[in-house]
């Protein structure tokens, strides 16, 4: 249903606009031109009431009657639909049988055509256009911007109704007895979207270089082919984050069953400012195919990798959010926002006497404290898939690690100790939370230095023969002092 064209079909014999045109007295032959010359109270007024709602569960295979129906099953009344009645200036007091006739064919202009006769705007689902003279008219659907459903939420009308003729009266076959009817009740539908549905699997992801993948599921509306509804185009746009490298579109289904590959096309874009921007495109033979079986869930799966923590704003830094655009016949609609969460461990490498910080300690981050005590598994990060981590001028980052809002656990092992320092091979546990590097988990560890061989005490010894050499000298001279004393006694 174009808003501005009839691309989706005639509407005038069918439920959308005509008001059982094909069966009403006024069209197709003799019996018409009778009912019109005998019957139509040319100074009366009537009126055309819209009804606007979406297209019902199952659409309805009934044509129109003119007359009030029930509300279609699984339709939702619409609010905020503006028309435009235009009166075409056609006479019917003077017209020809074979005029009359030849209204079986008349079609409402692609643009507003004739005198303009009113404006309104859908309220509880309706509007009613009053005060019209006989006459034939044009009703266009101008604005569906506003569109929300009685609820209030958003309509996101996707296919609109194509403009459709009203004749002021229309013969009505009610309960087998035809009459004219000059108050006109009409049921135009339109195509609704609801917003596609965009989730995040990273439960496979532990650090930076691994994947995050993004099901995605896309409701394809339902429409009326009776009606010459048609789907135009759908494009499924996600402008990726920064922060994440696209990798494929993968697991494309519709209702459940693979997704011919020729349906679609999808085309990453080259990186920009913001990040990559990905592209899927139901091509003309997804789109034929669709609107023979439409109402359905189109899913597939953005698979990308994670390449950072930072770059967005320190508010967002270590969230990583992601949403898709759907674009259905024009009308554009974006999914929810969903995010994956990461964080970052900072390591402080310091003397264990004097907080000196130290160089050239190196560290392994683990998943689990076994795999810690057992320095088996470490966690490789990144492209390169490094999986030790030094420190420089006392500090090393672990960049890029899988969090959760409440925090996640990993071990950290040093490999290496600083030259002259003792290794300590204890597991520490670290909990990271969501953040930028700079925002990083920080753990101090500490070191003690090597122990060196003993050293003798210096000149110990030698004092020690000092003395006791001194003291044998003291003794010699003692000695020989009392021998000379005594000899010289004896003397």
Known sequence: MGVKTQALGKRILAGLGMLALATAGIIGGAGAANAAEGNIDFGAEGSITVHKYSQPTTPSTEPATGLEQDVPAGAQLINGVAFQVYNSGIDLENYTQAQWDAIDTLTAPAT?????????????????????????????????????????????????????????????????????????????????????????????????????????????????????????????????????????????????????????????????????????????????????????????????TVNSIDGIGDEEAGFITNIINQNINGTDVDSNEVETLWGAVRIVKQDATNDDLLDGAVFSVYATEADAAARTNPIQVGATDQTTFETVDGVVTIPGLKATAEGTSYWIVEIEAPAGYVLDQTPREVTVTPGSTTDAFEIAVDNTKQDFPGLPITGANGALLFGLGGAAVLAIGLGLALRARRNHTSA
């Open 112 to 304: 507003p055509t004739g005198t303009l006769a009113g404006t309104g705007v859908t309220d509880n689902g309706e509007y009613t256009f009053g005060e019209l003279p006989v006459g034939v008219y044009y009703v266009y659907e101008t604005d569906v911007t506003n569109a929300t459903f009685a609820n209030g939420t958003p309509a996101n009308i996707a296919t609109t109704a194509a403009p459709w003729v009203v004749v002021v009266p229309t013969a009505i076959t009610d309960n087998d007895v035809t009459n004219w009817v000059y108050d006109i009740h009409v049921y135009p539908k339109n195509t609704t979207t609801t917003a596609p549905v965009k989730a995040v699997d990273d439960s496979a992801a532990v650090a930076l270089g691994d994947t995050v993948t993004w099901p995605v599921t896309v409701n394809v509306p339902q429409i009326n082919t009776a009606q010459g509804d048609a789907f135009t185009s759908i494009v499924l746009t996600d402008d990726l984050d920064s922060r994440l490298d696209f990798v494929s579109i993968s697991n494309v289904q519709y209702k459940g069953a693979a997704f011919d590959a020729s349906y679609y096309t999808v085309a990453p874009a080259a990186a920009t400012a913001n990040g990559p921007v990905v592209t899927l495109t139901i091509t003309p033979a997804g789109l034929t195919y669709l609107t023979g079986n439409s109402n359905g869930q189109l899913t597939f799966d953005i698979v990308t």
